[in-house]
């Protein structure tokens, strides 16, 4: 898989690599001090995007319809961040949304755009605390801190632990390990080197969030690093960079650190979740597959029991997550597909 290819190489020649594809120069920067200058220091001339071939539209509309593929940072680029930022994803509008939500389940198609990142996110973190046996600590969490059989979106910001949780299973899976391709508009330089015009750059947030010089016990789940800890998904923190960073960093993060752990919270408030025919948690298949989101190659399959705050939580569940229910079952179902 290349993002673990690109890391076991960085280990090797160091953590700005060059490669050319064909006519194209591509670079990969795969560590923190990587990360700060591709995405601080030269952000304004690595802000281009690459379009993939397959896009069937033409730059300059691109530059005009899109967000994630828009070529250049431009004015129509900006107006729509812009846009996002106040009348999307501000505190307000999704407080506004989450009364709209209660109202009108049909309104979530605003939100299709973050569907696989999230779904994606969510399968990562029941695995994880399934395979680490830590549902029984989130849960404990949600009993002491929101005693109710109602989760509002607005209690999440009370469970510590469960954001923790949030947190380390996006380090240990991002769902974009490379973010999305950059494209340098201007020739620049990185760690001294020679960055050419037009060169695709990824950034390995896989790998720095692996990184054993940054983290201790990388390869460990454990949440409890990210309680009492300043670091955030800003993209402030170039260890910690599931969602990009600079100006191109996701606009759908105020929304996305909303919803995932509403979502887990009521997952786990709602059922006990168990693996079939009392397979040993330990044992739990991890292999990633690469793919537009870096997904489990084997799909995670578990079993409900419905618990005692069930009927409480299918208010919620018909409210907020009949969207994510589906969008998890289709993702389950091209998942066994897969499989076959
Ligand atoms: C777990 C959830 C999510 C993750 C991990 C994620 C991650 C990312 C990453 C890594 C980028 C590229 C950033 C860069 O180049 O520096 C990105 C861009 C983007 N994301 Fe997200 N995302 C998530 C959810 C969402 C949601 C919920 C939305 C909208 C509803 C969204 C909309 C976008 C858009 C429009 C862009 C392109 C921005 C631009 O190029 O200017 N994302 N996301």
């Given at each position: ?8 190489h ?5 953590p700005?690599i ?6 194209r120069?591509l ?9 700060t ?14 379009v ?12 005009r319809i ?38 009108k ?11 696989d ?33 109602y ?5 999440v ?5 469960l954001?923790?949780c949030i ?15 950059r ?5 620049c330089e ?11 750059i990824?950034?390995?947030v ?13 390869l460990l789940?454990?949440?409890e ?14 260890e910690?960079?599931?969602?990009g ?14 919803q ?7 997952l ?14 330990a ?19 578990i ?12 208010l ?9 229910f ?9 998942g066994?597909?897969r499989?076959?």
């Amino acid at each position: 898989m290349p993002h673990i290819s690109m890391a076991n190489h960085a280990k090797a020649h160091g953590p700005l690599i060059s490669l050319r594809l064909g006519t194209r120069v591509l670079i990969v920067g795969s560590s923190p001090m990587a990360a700060t200058e591709i995405l601080k220091t030269n952000d304004r001339f690595l802000s281009g995007r690459c379009v993939p071939k397959a896009n069937p539209y033409r730059s300059q509309e691109l530059d005009r319809i899109s967000l994630v593929w828009a070529p250049h940072c431009t004015e129509g680029w900006k107006s729509l961040r812009a846009l996002c930022r106040t009348e999307l994803f501000s505190a307000k509008a999704i407080e506004s949304q989450a009364s709209m939500r209660e109202k009108k389940v049909a309104q979530m198609e605003l939100f299709s755009a973050g569907t696989d990142t999230t779904t994606t996110t969510i399968e990562w973190a029941v695995a994880e605390l399934i395979k680490n046996k830590l549902m029984r600590k989130v849960r404990e969490e949600l009993e002491r801190e929101i005693n109710k059989d109602y989760i509002h979106e607005s209690n999440v910001s009370q469970l510590p632990y469960l954001n923790a949780c949030i947190k380390e299973t996006l380090r240990l899976h991002p769902p974009a390990p490379f973010l999305v391709p950059r494209r340098a508009i201007e020739n620049c330089e990185v760690m001294n080197y020679t960055i050419p015009k037009d060169s695709q750059i990824l950034v390995n947030v896989w790998a720095t969030g692996r990184d054993p010089s940054a983290w201790e016990d990388p390869l460990l789940f454990k949440p409890e690093r990210f309680l009492n800890s300043s670091l955030d998904l800003k993209g402030h923190d170039y260890e910690f960079l599931p969602f990009g960073s600079g100006r191109r960093i996701c606009p759908g993060l105020p929304m996305a650190t909303r919803q995932l752990p509403m979502i887990l919270a009521s997952l786990i408030h709602c059922f006990d979740w168990s693996l079939e025919n009392n397979e040993d948690p330990a044992e739990l298949n991890m292999t990633e597959k690469f793919g537009i989101t870096l997904q489990k190659e084997h799909p995670l399959l578990i079993v409900p029991k419905k618990n005692y705050n069930f009927n409480g939580c299918l208010l919620t569940i018909c409210i907020f997550l009949i969207p994510a229910f589906v969008s998890l079952l289709i993702f389950w179902a091209s998942g066994s597909e897969r499989e076959r």
